[in-house]
């Protein structure tokens, strides 16, 4: 008896896992680069670029489904552009003061096969993060970051699930 409920706890423990990653990898793909992005929103921030691909690179390869090289060595490319980085109140104090301002970053990714030229997907990206203003321009950029980094789980997801 002691038995079956040991094997009924490892069954469900360690044979109940799903997982979607490889099953739509694009086929002959293996290593990707990750050109830096390109920021045409006039936001003004001179670090937003690198911060993008150095996020999307540090998560590629701390997920391990690609190995992560230069463009000359790479089956294929993440090419991206930040087309907007807009900012609007969340929330009103008593006093009429924004108490939580909304840092919203839109770009547009391109994941394309360097070997045969090819796109393999082109997809719109979009996130947020937010900051309370009173805190000073250190909290802004910590709703900045905030949206890098949720808008690059976003592409991390769309590039080892291809959905």
Known sequence: MKYCAILALAVTFFGCTYSFRGAALPPGVHSVAVQVFDDRSGYGDPNLRTNLTNMLTQKLVADNTYQVTNMSNADAAVIGVVNSVTTQPTSVTGNQQVGKWRITINVSVKFQNLK???????KDFSDWGEYDPSQGPSN???GL????DKLTDDILLALVTNW
């Open 145 to 148: 970051t905030q949206a890098e």
């Open 116 to 122: 045969t030229q090819k796109i393999i997907w082109t």
């Open 140 to 142: 802004r950029d910590a």
